[in-house]
């Protein structure tokens, strides 16, 4: 029979030999660190894809000659994160928290872009 644990009031079931547990990460000094400024999603069927970016504080010449003629910026990835849909629920709950947590010590977060449901808010 599945054992059940409670955590913040609800039951959840465990298939039978699981183990109750809780993965924290230990994030050491020398752990790559990226700052980014820009990020595309993209997906396929069994996975979804982050591919993450800085914009340039100052663009080369040749770059503001091709922005005018093209209207687009292109830039080089830094680092493609790659994870399973079944990811996606929980990093869109943590990001929320996060957000809220932000936003509730430095005050709301402007967003150049937002949705039209956004908007009406």
Do not use: C, W
């Amino acid at each position: 029979m599945a054992k059940s644990t409670k955590k913040n009031g609800s039951a959840k079931l465990l298939p039978p030999g699981a183990i109750p547990s809780q993965i924290v990460m230990d994030v050491i000094p020398d752990v790559p660190t990226y700052y980014i400024s820009h990020a595309e999603i993209s997906m396929t069927q069994h996975d979804i894809g982050m591919s993450v970016g800085r914009l340039p504080p100052k663009l080369a010449p040749e770059a503001v000659e091709t922005l005018k003629k093209t209207q687009v910026l292109h830039i080089e990835p830094m680092l493609q994160l790659l994870f399973a849909p079944t990811f996606l629920p929980g990093l869109i709950r943590a990001l929320t928290i996060q957000r809220q947590q932000y936003e509730n010590m430095f005050g709301p977060i402007h967003d150049p872009n937002p949705t039209k449901k956004e908007e009406t808010k």
